[in-house]
Structure formats: structure tokens, C-alpha cells
């Protein structure tokens, strides 16, 4: 064959289909493939390497790495997408139910409870933040390092140093509680405020310093370095607080179930049942501080120790206290009281009844609502969600006032019979409807 002419389209063929049949049954063989191709292959007067003539098929290279992904691969993404999703809606839904009951129940509008809320929002931020990113990253098919590996990073380093600082603040409050004393306003925003202000230089002085992984800094700090900066704030700001919240509440229930110092009591209140739920509170608090505490802690370690092969698994510590922290408090009554009612509110527990409200109380409301279903408009509706929390809501009486009949009288409580002088003409009464 002459230089600048190109091989016979059967010779191409038949040494794509041999080629293929080799690598396909028999494997690929290094020795066999020269031979198969002594000279090469000229196409368009460009020598092709044997290799890259029979060893594609469909695009793929059948001797290396197949392009794109193979389909265990799709599949064990798509698990993974299933897993990511529903743990970023469980635990954002759980946080916010834990932060709803704290302003809703009775028993928990405390203004101590503000430290339960801020380590709730720093579980928000992982399942509310850096789980969504997760999510945009595998539905992308993004390769490593992601452009969202770098803010997932910065959430969960700011979200785990906040979470830990707070849980000794949360240990103090419960303590001083049970002893009858109570924290101030000003100390507890303190608290709160100081707990992401260190939780923050800690987090910009990593990023600054590159003590952060190493696809997030821009520059790499010597080992020497590295081992002094989480010698120091491994010890002072992760592990001391640990150790000092697990403490604290273990004394908390000692003492006040081995009848140590109790705290004097209002008078309204009975005792056996305020110290129990005080100190059921605490009991739930040490069980959040030893499991959810312990994940965050040790993502922190697994973040500034572990190998690389062993971050992606110390990457799902802070995910699990995260999401579990909000469910470890259904097991304290309150919360878990308030977590019912705030599912059928948001789910199963809406119904709706035309009976509209007295005007003097709940007795003549009782009264006038059998007497005058028969003379109440369509427009009066009473909305009822959930028992324990109603709303009301006012409308206009030329609205929504039955017609009057001659022969037909409403009964009105001696408060609504007034004399016609106290309402002008042009003058408007407002009735009270329940949801």
C-alpha cells in the first residue's frame, strides 16, 4: 500500500469487528493486537493507532475508562439523591416544628429555651443549606471538587462550632433553673450572640490560614501549624464545652432528684409537677447534648483529622446531628405534645362549621347558636383548626347580621340590649368569628 492512500473499507471492517471480538470474549492482549494491525491504519491520510481504530465502539473505549458513568453508577446516584432529599425535608421540617413549639406551648415560652432555639437554627443550616447543595451537586453529576464544596464547607464548619458552644450555655440555664434562679435577657443574648461570633472567626481564621481541606483554601498551612490550631481549638472550644454541658446535666439531675437544693416555687404552681417537667427537660437536653453533641464534635475532628478517604463518611456526622437533634426532643412531653398539634395544623386537623361565636361569652354563644342556625347566613363561618389555639377574626355586621323577622326574635345577653343612642347611623358593630 502507497503512502497517501487510504485502506479498503472491508480491510477497516474486518479488523473492527476481530478487534472487538478480542477484547469483548478473550480480553484485550496486548501482543495480538500488533499483529492484527502490522502497519496501522491510514484514514485521510492520518496514521491511526490500531487501538483507536478497534478499540471504540459506540464512542467508548473498550480497553480504558468508559465516558460518563456505567449504570451502578446511576443507580447508586440515584439512591443517593433519595437519601440526600429525604433528610434535607425531615430534618428542616423537624427544626422548624422544634423551633414552633418553643413559641407556642405553654409549658416551653421560656425565655431560657432561646439557646434550644439557636441550636435548632444551626441544624438548619446543614439540612436547610448544605443538603440542598448536595442535591444540586448530584442531580448536575458534578466531579470533585464541586462548585458547592466549598459553601457546604463553610455552612457546616459555622453551623457544628455554634451548636457546641451553645450546649454548655443550654447545661447552665436547665441547672439554674432547677435551683430556682433564672438567667437574665442580656446574659442569654450574650450567649446566643457569642456563640456565633466565635463560631465565625474560628470558621474565616481556617478559610484565611488554609487550615481548611484542601479543595476549599487557597494555600496549605505546614503541619506544624495545622496540628497547633486544632490542638488549641479542638480542646478549648470543641472539646471542653462538651465534656462541661454532659457534666453539668448530670448534676442538674442528681441533684435535684436525690433531694439536693430546690428551687422555691409560685404558689400557683405545684411543686411535684414544675420540678418534673424541669428536670424532664433536662434529662432530654443531656441525651441531645451526648448524641447530637457527640456527631457535631466529631465531624469537627473528622473535618481537621481524617484521611481523604475517610472525610466523605466524617462528612455525614454533622447531617446526622442535624436532622436527629429536633427528634430527640419529641421525647420530652411538651415538645412532643406540640409537635401533634402542629402536624394536624399543618396536615389532618382542619374542619370547618357554620356556628358563629356569642357576642357575650361562650354560654350565650352556646345558647344562640341552636336557636339561630336556622337565621344565619352562608357568610358566618366559624373555622376550627386546632383545639387550644384560636385565632378570631372580626367582620362587618351589616355583612353578616341575620335578617330580622317580625315574628322571629334572636336572644341577646342584657350586655347587647343597649339603646339605640350610643350607635349612630353611619355607626358599624363588629362580630367575632373563631378559627
Not at 437554627?121 to 448530584?138: H, N, Q, S
Not at 478559610?207 to 490550631?229: D, E, N, Q, Y
Not at 465534656?243 to 439536693?260: D, E, K, P, W
Request: hydrophobic share 45%; charged share 15%; glycine share 8%.
Amino acid at each position: 500500500m502507497s503512502q497517501g492512500v487510504t485502506s479498503p473499507p472491508a480491510d477497516l471492517v474486518l479488523a473492527w469487528v476481530t478487534g472487538s471480538a478480542l477484547r469483548t470474549d478473550v480480553g484485550v492482549d496486548s501482543e495480538l493486537l500488533p499483529l492484527l494491525h502490522p502497519q496501522g491504519s491510514r484514514r485521510n491520510d492520518t496514521l491511526v493507532h490500531p487501538d483507536h481504530v478497534s478499540g471504540r465502539i459506540g464512542g467508548k473505549a473498550l480497553g480504558g475508562p468508559q465516558d460518563g458513568y456505567t449504570e451502578q453508577e446511576h443507580w447508586s446516584r440515584l439512591g443517593m439523591l433519595l437519601v440526600v432529599s429525604s433528610l434535607a425535608a425531615l430534618g428542616t421540617l423537624g427544626n422548624i416544628f422544634a423551633i414552633a413549639a418553643v413559641m407556642t406551648e405553654e409549658h416551653l415560652r421560656k425565655k431560657g429555651n432561646v439557646l434550644v432555639v439557636n441550636v435548632m437554627l444551626a441544624g438548619l443550616l446543614i439540612t436547610a443549606g448544605v443538603l440542598p447543595a448536595w442535591v444540586v451537586e448530584l442531580l448536575a453529576g458534578w466531579p470533585a471538587p464541586s462548585p458547592t464544596h466549598c459553601p457546604s464547607w463553610l455552612l457546616t464548619a459555622l453551623a457544628a462550632h455554634t451548636a457546641v458552644l451553645t450546649l454548655p450555655a443550654l447545661a447552665w440555664e436547665n441547672s439554674a433553673r432547677v435551683a430556682g434562679r433564672s438567667l437574665g435577657v442580656g446574659l442569654l443574648t450574650a450567649m446566643v450572640g457569642l456563640s456565633w461570633a466565635v463560631a465565625t472567626a474560628i470558621t474565616v481564621t481556617q478559610w484565611v490560614t488554609g487550615l481548611a481541606p484542601r479543595k476549599c483554601a487557597a494555600s496549605i498551612a505546614p503541619p506544624a501549624a495545622h496540628a497547633a490550631f486544632t490542638s488549641a481549638v479542638g480542646v478549648t472550644l470543641v472539646g471542653v464545652p462538651l465534656v462541661a454541658a454532659l457534666l453539668i446535666h448530670a448534676h442538674t439531675l442528681l441533684s435535684g432528684r436525690g433531694g439536693g437544693v430546690r428551687r422555691p416555687l409560685p404558689p400557683t404552681v405545684q411543686p411535684p409537677q414544675a420540678l418534673a417537667r424541669d428536670l424532664a427537660l433536662a434529662a432530654t437536653n443531656l441525651v441531645v447534648t451526648a448524641v447530637a453533641g457527640g456527631c457535631w464534635a466529631a465531624g469537627v475532628a473528622g473535618d481537621w483529622w481524617a484521611t481523604t478517604e475517610m472525610r466523605p463518611g466524617a462528612a455525614w456526622l454533622p447531617v446526622a446531628a442535624a436532622t436527629a437533634a429536633s427528634f430527640l426532643y419529641a421525647a420530652h412531653k411538651p415538645f412532643r405534645e406540640a409537635y401533634v398539634q402542629l402536624f394536624h395544623y399543618c396536615c389532618c386537623k382542619t374542619s370547618v362549621s357554620l356556628s358563629r361565636r356569642g357576642r357575650s361569652g361562650e354560654a350565650a354563644a352556646a345558647a344562640a347558636a341552636a336557636m339561630a342556625a336556622a337565621a344565619r347566613p352562608a357568610s358566618d363561618v366559624r373555622v376550627h383548626i386546632i383545639p387550644g389555639y384560636n385565632m378570631y377574626t372580626t367582620a362587618s355586621a351589616r355583612d353578616h347580621r341575620p335578617p330580622s323577622h317580625a315574628h322571629a326574635k334572636n336572644p341577646r345577653s342584657k350586655e347587647a340590649r343597649r339603646s339605640k343612642h350610643h350607635h349612630s347611623k353611619h355607626h358599624t358593630k363588629k362580630d367575632v368569628y373563631e378559627l
